[in-house]
Each structure stands twice: as C-alpha cells, then as structure tokens.
C-alpha cells in the first residue's frame, strides 16, 4: 500500500479526530483508490486519484447535483492539490450484485424489479436536473458528446475487438458507414446532461433507494446514450420483456422534461445501442486481448447476444457495418458463453525472493507465513530434501504443528472456495511462504492443493516455485 499520510492527514484536518481504521477498497479498472476511514464520529470514502482534472469534474458534478436534489454522495473535503478528497459513505450494496440471485433464478422478484425501475426513473432527472446552470466547461476529458468522441470509440472498436478478431474487412467501407452513424447520433444533440458510464455497477443501494457514483465521465449529450448503457448492460442480460418495461418506466418519467412519442423514441434509442454496443466491445477487447485480463472476454458472448437480437432488424444507414456485424454474431468463438471451473492457483515460495504474482487480473487470495513452524532446513540432514520428500514429511508431521496450521487453513480454504462457486467465479489463489520455499511452503502448498482437489470439482494448479515444479489435478 502507498503512503497514506496525505490522506490521513486530510480526514484529520477534516474530522479534528485521527482516524480509527483505513480499509483500501477493490476498485474496477480506474486508476482512483478508494479507502474506507473509519473515526469516531462514523466512516467516510476516501479517493485518491491520478488525474487532478477528472477529480475536479466530479467533485463539481457532485456539488452541483446535490444542490438538485439528486442522490450523490456529498464530497465533505478536498486536498489542497486536488489529488484527494473525501466522500460521503454509502455503504458496500451495489446495484448490480443486489440483482444476482435473480439472475441466478432467471428472473428477478417484486423487490429487485422495483428497484430495478426506480433507479431508470431517477434517471430523467440527472439528464435534466443535473444540466440546469452546470459549467459544462469543468467536464475531463471533454465537455461534450460530439463527432470527436464518437469517431474515438469506434476506433477503439475497430481497432481494439475487431482486428483482434481477425475477421477481414475493409477499412474504408467501414469508415463510410462510421460517418454516417455519426451524423445519425449528432441530430439528436441536446443541452442535457449525458452520465457516459450509467450503469448497475455505479449504482448503490442505500435505506431502499438509489445513490448514483462514478459519474466523473460525465459531459453534454443526448438522453438516449444513458437509456442504452443501463438497459443494455451486456452482463445484466434482461429480456425482452424486461427491457421494454424500463424503456415504459423512463418515459413515463420523462415527461417531466420532455414530450416524445414511445415511437420516434425507440427509431433513435436503436442507433445508440448499436454504437454502445462498439464502444462496450472496444473496452472488453482492451482490457482483455491487450491488458491480458481474460475476466473481460467473458462479457463478450453477452454483448454479442445483444447485438444479434439488435440486428434482427437490420440498419438500412450502415449495410456493410451490418454484415460485419453479422459476422462477428455468428463466430463460437465469440459467442459461446463459457461455464469455466473456478480454478484455483497454489504456490509455494521464498519470502526472500517475493510473493507470486497475481496473473489473472482479479486479485485476491491468500497469503499464508509458514515461518512460525518447525524448519527441517535449520538441520543439515534435510537440506538436500524438500517438503515433498518423506524424511520431511515425517519431521513436519513427528512435530504436529502442521496439522493445527492446515487445520486453520482448510477451514478458510472450504468457506471461500464453497462461495466462489456459488457466485461463479474463475480464479482464486492461495500462497504459502517460508524462508527458502523448500520445505515448510512446500508440503503445506502441497497439502492443501490435494485437500482442494478432492473435496471440490475444481482445477487446480499447483506452482512449487522455487523448485521450479508444476502439477495440475
């Protein structure tokens, strides 16, 4: 973890009370931190940020629409170098996982989908609300939906999913059809404010209602863009059915601000949901194909399966982007939805040399210290030995300290693994580390990864790393 002064030092500044605990917070791709403060007068989110203009348009946006009436989390402090400010808390409920057992049943209950409809109902009123007097000018990067933005996200797609796709085709006929669905997106210009990433993972569920973060993106845009990022959200895979009752709970809250037609609506809606779907598939074949993070590529057969059924109508203005299209929806490849074993990753190792790193992108695990258990290497008989050897084996098992350290062990191991399959997670990983990753590291990694494999329908992969050995079960 980095130095926490900076921070400690804002809360302290902030709450006159030094700070009790500070729990660092998963984050989702971002460059920000996100650190849960703990005093004695309750907790705040802490955001430790990179860019000094990206944190700016958020505190602004913030302010600016709270002062509405809208549900943001309130920024209380802010450094002086802009890099750090602190937030109201809004607990660990996100939108998204609080609609998990209903994907899990393949439908949602009367309490999910009220919510669900609460929260596309909210959302007419950040577009225009949140509009109202705004200095659009503080937006990072840009201040406005425009031809500049949309040409950058079908570049992304372009050059991000499709070429890695290796599909062939023509550049300048795809290029054609870009530039006429950018004029198609800029008719529908508006002064409304346009969130860029609205969606069930940047939604909290707070005392029943919804609370709206990660709105720094946010700039000057149509209303349709929003309306296709929530409904569409490639791994929420609603129905039909589903999505056309949040198109009806939009609208009806719509005509606050604006009269249209469920028509006319829906002729625009389409077009955004297409280039959506780009942008969306231009991100998962960023982080996956070039950032190696294989868990975004899982999305993909689900984006497809929006594109398909999105294409069942075909788009007259785009005919060669259509077929492409087309194309892409009917490779296995990118549209089979793999129901991958969770696999679980055992290393042994050196805590002189490092601890393993976490190649798949998720993070997480555990790290487990053998130090504290009788070492066979202190003895010059067992240096030519390791822990899968049986002179080592006896030693660790005649002293006993090894069976109450795995004992512990397995308990944490089965509860996490048990739950990991529930929720259909891919990797988890558990380390063991002594002082030369010989011995002690070595049977315990072992043992727990026989443990695993017999009590679990799962892969595992065990890495003896300093022994430069590998066994898969």
């Not at 040409?151 to 070429?163: A, E, I």
């Not at 054609?176 to 860029?196: C, G, H, I, P, Q």
Request: charged share 25%; proline share 3%; hydrophobic share 40%.
């Amino acid at each position: 973890m980095s130095d926490l002064n900076p921070i400690l030092e804002l809360f302290r500044s902030y709450a006159s009370k030094e700070a009790q605990t500070v729990e660092e917070l998963p984050t989702s791709g971002s460059n920000r931190r996100y650190f849960r403060i703990t005093g004695p007068e309750g907790s705040v989110i802490a955001v430790e940020g990179t860019c000094v203009e990206e944190n700016k348009a958020f505190i602004a946006l913030s302010r600016h629409f709270r002062s509405k009436g809208l549900n943001v989390p309130e920024v209380y402090a802010v450094s002086g170098d802009s890099l750090r400010y602190l937030q109201q808390d809004l607990g660990d409920e996100i939108l998204f996982n609080h609609l998990a057992p209903g994907r899990e049943r393949g439908s949602l209950s009367k309490e999910e989908k009220d919510i669900l409809m609460k929260t596309i109902s909210a959302l007419p009123a950040i577009q225009f609300k949140g509009a109202e007097g705004f200095d659009f000018s503080v937006c990072y990067p840009q201040q406005e939906f425009d031809a500049r933005m949309i040409s950058f996200d079908q570049n992304y797609f372009k050059y991000c999913f499709l070429k890695a796709t290796g599909l062939e085709f023509s550049e300048i006929k795809l290029d054609e059809d870009f530039r006429k669905m950018s004029e198609v997106l800029l008719r529908n210009a508006s002064d409304t404010f346009m969130y860029r990433d609205f969606q069930s993972r940047n939604v909290m569920i707070r005392d029943g209602d919804p609370w709206f973060i990660d709105f720094q993106g946010g700039r000057k845009g149509p209303v349709y863009y929003d309306v296709a990022s929530f409904i569409w959200q490639a791994k929420a895979d609603y129905s039909e059915s589903l999505k056309a009752e949040l198109i009806d709970a939009y609208l009806e809250a719509l005509k606050e601000f604006q009269s249209i037609s469920r028509e006319e609506f829906l002729a625009t809606l389409r077009h955004f949901v297409l280039f959506r779907t780009l942008q969306v598939l231009g991100a998962y074949g960023f982080r996956g194909y070039f950032e190696k993070k294989p868990h975004f590529l899982q999305s993909v057969p689900y984006a497809m399966a929006n594109l398909k059924r999105l294409l069942a109508e075909p788009f007259a203005e785009y005919p060669y982007l259509t077929e492409i299209l087309g194309s892409l929806t009917r490779m296995p490849e990118l549209t089979e939805i793999k129901q991958d074993k969770l696999e679980v990753e055992i290393y042994s190792f050196a805590f002189k040399k490092g601890i393993p790193n976490d190649a798949s992108g998720n993070g997480g695990g555990y790290v487990f210290d053998c130090r504290a258990l009788e070492n066979p290497g202190k003895f010059e008989h067992y240096r030519h030995f390791n822990g899968l050897d049986g002179e080592v084996i006896k030693f660790m098992e005649d002293e006993g300290g090894v069976f109450r350290f795995l004992d512990n062990v397995y308990s944490l191991a089965d509860a996490h693994v048990q739950r990991y399959i529930e929720r259909k997670f891919t990797h988890l990983m558990f380390s063991f580390g002594c002082t030369g990753g010989q011995h002690r590291s070595v049977y315990c990694a072992q043992h727990l990864a026989e443990h695993i494999a017999r009590k679990f329908n799962v892969k595992v992969l065990l890495h003896h790393r300093e022994l430069g050995l590998e066994q898969d079960f």
